[in-house]
């Protein structure tokens, strides 16, 4: 056990002696006037999220542009570290949210992405898409949309009913109440609509091409790119099938549209004022800065829009030129201050 220990201490070492280098590299090659303008962000991330997110290319050229990404030790006291400029979170719990709305309200110089409260209302589907419908954006561009939908808590035995009382049609995407799944089932027909487990959500399958637009928002930019999604469903088809069809999400349905050939009508990227437009909205309404918006364009028409999904801080690594948005974005945040 004593040598268990020691091994953890030495390898505490390591790790501090390692981002006292990193520290000291970047004010090596800095300006009196530029150090004083070192960004760093405490980060508190679970694992998987780490190596997604900070790939050595994303950490290289942070640090090239004097920013320096620091793990936030969750055994130790918030106020006690740092000092940081910029709070980077994706952490559930209420313990967790406590900790952060405290620091915040203790430390209003630091930017911390995001708020606690404003990430938790779109981690319920029931609310989620709220503002979207609230906004009901329309203009020259397009028109913007939720699909319709229902929210069943309990009791399975009474979905069928529940959901002729709201006049939904069939296939309906049932995904889980909350959003820290991204599971989702498309059921045929009403008889298999028992099968499923609330607490959930049913919304009406649109047709779309089999494509979904990512639109990623970092701040202020915007960026957008194709995926492949469940595939249309015809009447015929309707009417031949039956059952409930489980799909771990809709992205690992198929991989990145970006060099399909597909049909202009199916694959044309939505307009980019419309996109941009959109986000602003959102930024604004949600109180968020970092989240993607899952859209698409229903089948058929050229420009009416469906957002069917938002996520907070979703996966950057899969962004393009995500390394160079992400940086110009918290150098902009660190000009705010």
């Not at 390591?14 to 960004?39: I, T």
């Not at 939908?149 to 529940?162: G, N, R, W």
């Not at 928002?217 to 194709?226: F, Y």
């Amino acid at each position: 056990m004593k040598m268990m220990g020691e091994n953890v201490v030495e390898y505490e070492r390591k790790v501090e002696e390692e981002e006292e280098r990193e520290r000291e590299m970047v004010a090596a090659h800095r300006s009196p006037q530029q150090q004083m303008k070192l960004a760093v962000v405490g980060y508190a991330l679970t694992s998987k999220k780490t190596k997604s997110f900070l790939q050595p290319k994303l950490v290289g050229l942070a640090r090239n542009k004097g920013i320096l990404f620091v793990a936030i030790d969750q055994s130790r006291p918030l106020s006690d570290q740092g000092p940081f400029d910029i709070v980077l979170h994706k952490l559930s719990g209420s313990k967790w949210s406590r900790i952060l709305e405290e620091y915040r309200q203790t430390h209003p110089h630091v930017a911390v992405l995001d708020p606690p409260d404003a990430i938790e209302q779109i981690y319920n589907r029931q609310y989620m898409l709220e503002d979207v419908t609230d906004l009901n954006l329309s203009d020259g561009y397009g028109k913007v949309g939720v699909p319709r939908q229902l929210v069943i808590e309990k009791d399975p035995s009474s979905i069928s009913d529940a959901v002729d009382k709201a006049g939904l049609s069939l296939p309906l995407v049932a995904k889980p109440l909350f959003a820290k799944s991204h599971e989702l089932s498309l059921a045929y027909d009403k008889v298999s609509l028992q099968k499923l487990k609330p607490p959930l959500v049913l919304q009406e399958f649109i047709n779309h091409g089999g494509v979904l637009f990512k639109v990623f928002i970092v701040g202020e930019a915007v960026k957008v790119v194709r995926r492949f999604s469940l595939p249309d469903v015809s009447k015929r088809e309707l009417s031949n099938n039956a059952g409930v069809f489980h799909f771990p999400r809709v992205s690992c349905v198929a991989a990145s549209a970006e060099e399909a050939d597909l049909d202009p009508s199916i694959g044309e990227l939505p307009p980019r004022p419309l996109l941009e437009r959109l986000a602003r909205e959102l930024r604004r309404r949600l109180g968020l800065r970092l989240f993607n918006l899952d859209i698409i364009r229903e089948h058929g028409t050229k420009d009416h829009y469906y957002v069917i999904d938002i996520n907070y801080f979703p996966g950057y690594g899969k962004m393009p030129e995500y390394e160079h948005i992400f940086t110009d974005f918290l150098l902009s945040l660190m000009k705010q201050k």
